[in-house]
């Protein structure tokens, strides 16, 4: 009971002493499969959608499967900056052909792949806990060392739970309706760049949990244009596979992006090839007094440091605008 209300009591303390984390631009987690460690900012309503096909191809099975499906998101601020509510799916239409004699055989699977209800909370926050180096004024060289406070990552803890509906095809035999997910995520902002690693633990209490992590590096090409590179790994039973993602987003506006993106994996059981492109808005309704100001040549955070604006970039502490 007393650690209980220790964590109670912490909680608390980091809502309602929370730091600004809202930005001017738009912070996606779109195109990539990983969260950022920060949230949207109070009282920001997120959308992001998008629309994906694709191809399976299983050696041992002898089938090929043609897949088309869609996914969305939605993400909210709720009370403070750091806490973040989320919902997140995917549709999918599928068809496998496998052939039988001088015949193929078709069979055809439509239904929601995915639902997620969760929370995010931000445990962490270099920016706001780790002091800066101090600038010597007498050694160039002591200025240019590797900083390895630079190294410490924001951090938040992610849970929800998985629900689908009965008779889910995309649902393994004797599957609960309603399971638990939980990530723990961390994310590095060196300048142009930014890392997002995610550590996944789903359907955990399931017959056949899986267990993984999703890491994404991100480049600010100009304020505007950024690409990425992913590697996400599957640990399961059921399951199991390396993919490789890449892309790009462009920012039109503060509020509005689009992306593109594609994957490929390592394996023949089965290959896999999808290719995909989506949307991401933000409906502003974020109303406190801290907020980050245009320079003359990009923006400043609080901490008067110079950052890019970008809406593709993870959803950064101070507003780099960055995304992934």
Known sequence: MHYLKVGIAFIFFGIFNAHAQYTETINSNRPGESQGAYAVGKNVLQLEAGAYFGNDNHSL????TDILGAS???RYGFLTEILELNFFGSFQDQVTSIPVGNSVDEF???N?????I???FLLFDPGVSVKEREVNLYSWKANQRLDLRSLIPAVSVYGGANFSWWD???MFEGESEISPKAAIITQNNWGNWVLVMNFIADKFTEEFPSYGGVF???HAVTPKFAVFGEFQTYISDLYADDLVRGGAAYLFGKDFQLDISGLVNFKDTPSRWQVAAGVSYRFDFHEDDEYIEDTYEGKRNQRGEE???TGFYKDDDEGDGSDK
């Not at 099975?61 to 090929?64: A, E, G, K, L």
């Not at 929601?112 to 997620?116: E, R, S, V």
């Open 61 to 64: 099975f002898n089938s090929d």
């Open 72 to 74: 969305y998101g939605l």
């Open 108 to 110: 055809k699977t439509t």
């Open 112 to 116: 929601f792949k995915t639902n997620t």
């Open 118 to 120: 969760g929370a995010k």
């Open 168 to 170: 889910n095809p995309y």
């Open 216 to 218: 994404t590096l991100t």
């Open 307 to 309: 950052l890019e604006e």
